[in-house]
């Protein structure tokens, strides 16, 4: 796949008064692909969203640039774009590999019960095994390897990478993506100690998954004991990430690699999750909340709050708390000297006695 940098400009709606050339010899150059702006090469064009990178774009190879607003002084073709993100993901769609089209229809090697539904234009790829009652919707992918037990259903544009596992009476919506060996609706854990064993808690629930959720690689989401563990609609969950039994997710959360999220936790809209973080059980997070890496959260947060360290406190109280933590050698060696004076002083004292 190539384009010149004019036609680039056209498709991402570039200012064509901004380019920072008019010469059609520089407009008709071709470009192949996108890089970063140390290592483009020559045929490719590269982008810079803020400061950070203005200086090496000097020394970059990249045939063109695109950039949210124009860079005075640069060199270099520079294509003007309203959102720079959305220019990037543009670029990075049409200059994506292009990898060989998934067909519709059955692998031979797939084990499919009888009482199943599969619509139009679903994929079913080699050694997949489909339990009783299960309902797949049109053009929906199922990957090598995947196993989906018996009468959960999948909905329409769903696709399901290398082995997925799909326990029994889960729901996706529409326009679901799970990426490989991440698993959907095992039993939670939850166990009572009764005449010296601990006795697992039956869980007869399921898993809802909304409509365009997309779930990274090697996640667990657990079923619920009672009703639905449930993922609303537009959440994101990165790689790596435990969503235990009864939990309660809102719509458009960002749940970020190795977070954990215990028990009858609920979270509301848009709550963002930075990497291994953690929720106790049976707490609830509101809309809008911000829960820093690595933290560790031990009860109720208001929308719209921010949550720092380990147990978890409100973003400035804490940062409070680490600016006295970094002064406390400081505090010791004056606490000593304070010491060391005030023995001086009382044994001067008690000399004039």
């Known amino acids: 796949m190539s384009l010149t940098i004019a036609q680039l400009a056209r498709q991402l709606g570039a200012d064509p008064d901004k380019i920072g050339s008019s010469s059609s010899s520089v407009l008709s150059k071709e470009i192949t692909g996108v890089g970063p702006v140390t290592t483009a090469g020559e045929n490719e064009v590269t ?27 640069l060199d270099k073709p520079q294509l003007v774009v309203k959102n720079i993100n959305a220019a990037l993901i543009e670029v990075l769609n049409i200059f994506a590999p292009k990898l060989k089209t998934v067909t ?16 139009e234009g679903v994929s079913v790829g080699a050694y997949v095994v489909i339990d009783d ?17 018996e009468n959960s259903k999948i909905g329409n544009n769903c696709r399901l990478d290398s082995n997925v596992v799909i326990y029994h009476n889960c729901r996706l919506g529409s326009n679901v ?20 064993v601990h006795r697992l808690i039956p869980h007869n629930g399921g898993v809802i998954i909304e409509d365009f959720v997309e779930i990274g690689a090697n996640c667990c989401i657990d079923r619920a004991k009672f009703d639905n563990t449930i993922i609303g609609t537009g959440t994101k969950i990165d790689n790596l990430v435990h969503i235990a039994h009864n939990v309660v997710i809102g719509k458009c959360c960002m749940i970020t690699a190795q977070c954990a999220i215990a028990g009858s936790s609920k979270l509301g ?5 930075g990497g291994q973080a953690a929720l106790r ?30 147990p978890a406190l409100e973003k400035k109280e804490e940062f409070r708390i680490i600016s006295a933590k970094r002064r406390l050698p400081d505090m010791a060696k004056q606490m000593k000297q304070l010491i060391k004076r ?9 000399d004039k006695e």
Not at 56 to 64: E, F, H, I, Q, R
Not at 104 to 118: E, S, V, Y
């Open 133 to 149: 009652g299960v309902e797949i919707g049109p053009n929906s992918i199922i990957t090598s390897g995947c196993k989906i037990g």
């Open 104 to 119: 519709a229809g059955i692998d031979p090697t797939a084990r499919l019960a009888q009482n199943i539904k599969i619509a």
């Open 281 to 310: 059980d049976n707490i609830e997070i509101g809309d809008g909340a911000m829960i820093a890496g690595q933290s560790g959260v031990t009860h109720d947060v208001p929308a719209g709050q921010t949550m720092f360290g380990t």
């Open 269 to 273: 809209n848009g709550v963002v999750m």
């Open 342 to 350: 005030v023995e001086r002083l009382e044994a001067a004292e008690d």
């Open 47 to 73: 982008f810079v969203s803020g400061d950070k990178y203005k200086a090496a774009l000097t020394d970059s190879s990249a045939v063109a640039v695109i950039v949210p607003e124009c860079i005075e002084g």
């Open 177 to 196: 993506v799970i990426q490989a060996n991440s698993t959907i609706g095992s039993t939670g854990f939850g166990y009572s100690f009764i005449e010296g």
